[in-house]
């Protein structure tokens, strides 16, 4: 097995997360596959294990969650892919969700079409919307959380996202996805890149850290 440099592994784990970044943007584009592309459906079958109700994605999983398959210079989430070739081109927008919430699972019949908002409702619905801390999967407490985007506001930011992973002991997509905003979302910072913040906001309460 091939041993990287640090630098080298670094600079592997920067394309990982921005390659995890563009998949979550990827959400946002139409896709229209080929149904009769012969050796696309190898592809996907050769990634399916069907011997149970949930179809898993036995392929590339990003985050321990979704399943991906790269098509057309791009990774694309697998139950997206499913839907496409199954039953046709998705829209702009248009998100594809699991009725069985296995995040792994590529089985057409368990899923169905919808928006941001038909997400987020079936996550209440679901009992799927603690978030933070509550969620009981984070590594991570809003107070940390707080400390890590103080120091992404400061005016002259020398914490790189692996200097912070370290730190705090965790990934450096989760570090990445703090500071685009794509986790996190509801521990608010109060100032600018400019000033430094000396209010923060945790659910409507003002915290110092």
């Not at 979704?66 to 892919?81: M, P, S, T």
């Not at 927008?93 to 919430?101: A, E, F, M, S, T």
Request: with cysteine; hydrophobic share 30%; proline share 3%.
């Amino acid at each position: 097995m091939r041993i990287l440099s640090p630098k080298n592994q670094q600079k592997l784990n920067d394309q990982r997360a921005e390659e995890l970044a563009k998949m979550e943007a990827s959400l946002e584009y139409s896709l229209d596959l080929d149904q009769t592309d012969e050796e696309l459906w190898s592809r996907f079958w050769k990634h399916t294990e069907t011997s149970t109700g949930c179809w898993e994605w036995q392929g590339a999983i990003s985050g321990g969650r979704y399943g991906h398959l790269w098509i057309a210079g791009r990774n694309v989430y697998a139950h997206r892919i499913a839907w496409a070739l199954h039953y046709g081109p998705l829209k702009k927008g248009q998100l594809v969700l699991h009725k069985c919430d296995n995040p792994k699972c590529v089985n057409p019949d368990h899923l169905f079409l919808g928006t941001h908002q038909d997400n987020m409702d079936d996550c209440v619905k679901k009992g799927r919307s603690a978030r933070g801390s509550k969620s009981g999967r984070s590594k991570l407490n809003e107070e940390q959380v707080l400390e890590i985007k103080k120091k992404l506001a400061e005016p002259h930011y020398y914490h790189k996202v692996r200097d912070l992973a370290k730190e705090y002991n965790v990934h450096d997509v989760t570090i990445y996805s703090i500071k685009k905003g794509r986790t996190w979302s509801h521990v608010l910072v109060e100032g600018s890149l400019t000033s430094k913040p000396s209010r923060y906001i945790v659910n409507g309460e003002e915290v110092e850290v």
